[in-house]
């Protein structure tokens, strides 16, 4: 059976694809040193995640399928979904006991909120919010329903505590997110300390996924948004969230990245989550420290100039058309 397993919960914006990117390019090396990153794909901790949560049109055992591969396994396995940060106490304890003897250690991944709260409104309007950046940010703080799922997916000392009190302080660790001047390596070590990978310089590197929106190219998925409301779940994603995904982020050199000032009411905030935190009792890998908000250098995108936005609608139509192979020219 696994020695010991690795179970990252995230939280999303913390480094989570960088951190799946790495283990999945590197799955054979990995397995070499004793290290477990089932696969094929990432698909299959997504699977048996909403399995484990039930979740709407999940595959039924791929929960059992996963955890039966990590019990069979004679080194360290590692298990990383991003939506486990919400699950509740079946979950957990369904987690606490899916492992034997393992040494099992729970990774809350942690970015400060100052950097968390625009990344958090482009990742919104990437999933259909037609919230403007400044209803985003007032709806944290007033925990409208768009904060208080904004709460439930970062609440860092929440969802310590919530693991913490069903598993034991002693099998969650907190790895903070290092500031944006600290080496690129940086976050990759403090996950491997916890994780006993070993320090080499040789890792591949996975193609970059998920990458950020500029101002103005996330003010038109937002303005997109509105337009196609009328759009079922599935052809939203597949025509509208497809270019906030795969062809906004190639106009991001042009544009100014979303500026954000931390507001007092929010620093108070991440001051109680570092408490909180530190009093739980849990590992911290970094610094707490880390998790002191930080300003964020750009456009408030209430301030994008419009010819911005065109530039940026037009670069994504640009891309569409030279993609589509269904519009023709009448003859």
Same mark, same amino acid.
């Given at each position: 059976?696994?020695?010991?397993?690795?179970?990252?919960?995230?939280?999303?914006?913390?480094?989570?694809?960088?951190?799946?990117?790495?283990?999945?390019?590197?799955?054979?090396?990995?397995?070499?040193?004793?290290?477990?990153?089932?696969?094929?794909?990432?698909?299959?901790?997504?699977?048996?995640?909403?399995?484990?949560?039930?979740?709407?049109?999940?595959?039924?055992?791929?929960?059992?399928?996963?955890?039966?591969?990590?019990?069979?396994?004679?080194?360290?396995?590692?298990?990383?979904?991003?939506?486990?940060?919400?699950?509740?106490?079946?979950?957990?304890?369904?987690?606490?006991?899916?492992?034997?003897?393992?040494?099992?250690?729970?990774?809350?991944?942690?970015?400060?909120?100052?950097?968390?709260?625009?990344?958090?409104?482009?990742?919104?309007?990437?999933?259909?919010?037609?919230?403007?950046?400044?209803?985003?940010?007032?709806?944290?703080?007033?925990?409208?329903?768009?904060?208080?799922?904004?709460?439930?997916? #970062?609440?860092?000392? +929440?969802?310590?505590? %919530?693991?913490? &009190?069903? =598993? !034991?302080?002693?099998?969650?660790? /907190?790895?903070?997110?290092?500031?944006?001047?600290?080496?690129?390596?940086?976050?990759?070590?403090?996950?491997?300390?916890?994780?006993?990978?070993?320090? #080499?310089?040789?890792? +591949?590197?996975?193609? %970059?996924?998920? &990458?950020? =929106? !500029?101002?103005?190219?996330?003010? /038109?998925?937002?303005?997109?948004?509105?337009?196609?409301?009328?759009?079922?779940?599935?052809?939203?994603?597949?025509?509208?969230?497809?270019?906030?995904?795969?062809?906004?982020?190639?106009?991001?050199?042009?544009?100014?990245?979303?500026?954000?000032?931390?507001?007092?009411?929010?620093?108070?905030?991440?001051?109680?989550?570092?408490?909180?935190?530190?009093?739980?009792?849990?590992?911290?890998?970094?610094?707490?420290?880390?998790?002191?908000?930080?300003?964020?250098?750009?456009?408030?995108?209430?301030?994008?100039?419009?010819?911005?936005?065109?530039?940026?609608?037009?670069?994504?139509?640009?891309?569409?058309?030279?993609?589509?192979?269904?519009?023709?020219?009448?003859?």
């Amino acid at each position: 059976m696994a020695q010991r397993v690795i179970v990252h919960i995230g939280l999303m914006k913390s480094g989570t694809t960088f951190l799946q990117g790495r283990l999945g390019a590197n799955r054979t090396d990995l397995d070499a040193h004793g290290v477990l990153f089932p696969g094929p794909s990432w698909r299959r901790h997504v699977n048996a995640v909403q399995d484990l949560m039930g979740s709407s049109g999940a595959t039924a055992g791929s929960w059992d399928s996963l955890t039966q591969e990590v019990n069979a396994y004679p080194g360290t396995a590692v298990i990383s979904m991003e939506y486990l940060a919400m699950a509740g106490p079946r979950g957990i304890k369904i987690i606490g006991r899916s492992f034997g003897d393992a040494d099992l250690r729970i990774v809350v991944g942690a970015r400060d909120l100052g950097r968390t709260v625009p990344a958090m409104w482009q990742e919104a309007v990437k999933n259909r919010s037609v919230l403007d950046f400044r209803q985003y940010v007032d709806g944290i703080r007033d925990e409208a329903e768009n904060g208080r799922r904004f709460w439930r997916q #970062q609440q860092a000392a +929440r969802i310590v505590t %919530r693991w913490a &009190e069903r =598993l !034991g302080p002693q099998h969650v660790y /907190v790895v903070t997110l290092p500031p944006p001047d600290a080496p690129g390596e940086v976050l990759w070590e403090r996950f491997s300390e916890v994780a006993g990978i070993p320090v #080499q310089s040789s890792w +591949r590197e996975a193609p %970059r996924a998920n &990458e950020s =929106l !500029g101002a103005a190219s996330a003010l /038109v998925m937002r303005r997109l948004n509105e337009l196609t409301a009328d759009l079922p779940v599935k052809a939203y994603k597949r025509r509208v969230k497809a270019v906030g995904k795969h062809l906004l982020p190639a106009h991001r050199g042009a544009e100014q990245p979303i500026g954000f000032t931390v507001p007092d009411w929010l620093h108070r905030e991440a001051a109680s989550i570092r408490g909180e935190i530190s009093a739980s009792g849990v590992h911290v890998v970094g610094d707490l420290a880390d998790l002191t908000p930080l300003d964020v250098p750009g456009a408030d995108p209430a301030t994008v100039d419009p010819e911005a936005e065109l530039e940026a609608a037009l670069a994504a139509l640009d891309a569409v058309l030279r993609q589509s192979k269904r519009i023709r020219a009448n003859p």
